[in-house]
Structures are given as structure tokens and as C-alpha cells.
């Protein structure tokens, strides 16, 4: 699963430079996405996994992964799907079409979040200076998502390999995550 995630969906943004980059940890920003947030009813959930192309997950904490596509549980009735940039449209319609008579919710989140890639050996212990959470594999799987606060700021962390996660916050929370992970870095590096 994390080979594909690495290489087919969550990829780092071409255009823009790393954000930290030391010899066990690096910041990259994630390529922008599709990001769609869909609420719906337990007996439409394959439906919509079908129309999407990737399974919707119902075990919480999880996410299911297609060709280019995710879904990430988000609660019992509400995931976020992600695919490429320019699939917005196409997916969109696809499950609209699929659910025009069951009741759902689906909306375009593209523009209000995006997201970093934190790896390496020290991604853990870096997102651990501002998430309570145990990133040991054990406890936090490769596949596992959680929505989560860094500090002060919502977040959702996605470990998509063994040191590898992807955290994606509002646009307007980015820089505050963004830069609170940059200066424990460099404590890191001073240590």
C-alpha cells in the first residue's frame, strides 16, 4: 500500500523546495489534490466505493487505496476521498451519478487544505513535539489516519510508510504547522 500511495497519489509538489531536508528528517510540500469530503448512509457506502474507485473503509482509523485514489475514514459516515488535481470534475460526477437517489453529502475541499510529507527516521519523535499520539508501527500502522490537533491546530496525520506520514491542515493553518515542525527540526539537528 505505501509503495502505491508514494509513487501514484501523495507525491511532493515539483515546483516547490523541500521545507527541511536533514540527514533523518525532511518537510516536503504534498502536489496538489482532489479533496472531496463525502457524509452518506451505511447502505450507500459501495456504491460510492464503486463510482470512486477505491473502497470506502468502514474499520475507523483506516483507509482503503485504488488506482490514484484514496479514502480516508474520517467517522462513521464521512471520509475523504482524494484523487489527481485534474480528476475533480470526473470523480465528482461519477459518484453524484451513483447516488443521485440516496441521500449524501459530497463537497470540494480542494483549496482548504493541503497537505506535508514529514519522513524519515526521526518523523515520529518530529511530530510527536506537537501530537500525543504513539507513532511507534505497533500503535500506528502504515495505512492508519487519524484527525488529530498539533498544538493548536486541527490536523489529519496519514502514515502512508513505515517513516513516512502526511499531514494535511486548513491552507490557513499550514504555515503555523509547517513552521512549529521546521523549528523542532532544528532542535533536533542542534541535539
Known sequence: MSELLANDLITPDAGESPLLSL?????????????????????????????????????ALTCEVGDKRAALWMGPDEWTLLAPEDDLQSVFNSIETA??????????????????????????????????????LEAFPVGMVTRTVFHKSPVMV??????????????????????????????????
Not at 518537510?27 to 457506502?45: C, Y
Request: glycine letters at 8%; a neutral charge; hydrophobic letters at 50%.
Open 23 to 59: 540527514g533523518n528528517v525532511s518537510i516536503l510540500k504534498g502536489a496538489p489534490l482532489t479533496r472531496l469530503s463525502l457524509r452518506l448512509r451505511e447502505a450507500s457506502v459501495k456504491d460510492a466505493g464503486k463510482a470512486f474507485g477505491a473502497s470506502l473503509p468502514v474499520k
Open 99 to 136: 447516488l443521485k437517489d440516496q441521500p449524501h453529502a459530497l463537497v470540494d475541499i480542494s483549496e482548504r487544505s493541503e497537505s506535508i510529507i514529514v519522513s524519515g527516521e526521526k518523523a515520529a519523535w518530529l511530530l510527536n513535539t506537537g501530537i500525543f499520539i504513539d507513532f511507534s
Open 158 to 191: 496519514w502514515r502512508t510508510g513505515p517513516d513516512t506520514f502526511v499531514v494535511e491542515a486548513w491552507v490557513s493553518f499550514m504555515d503555523y504547522v509547517a513552521g512549529l515542525l521546521v523549528q523542532a527540526a532544528q532542535e533536533l539537528q542542534a541535539a
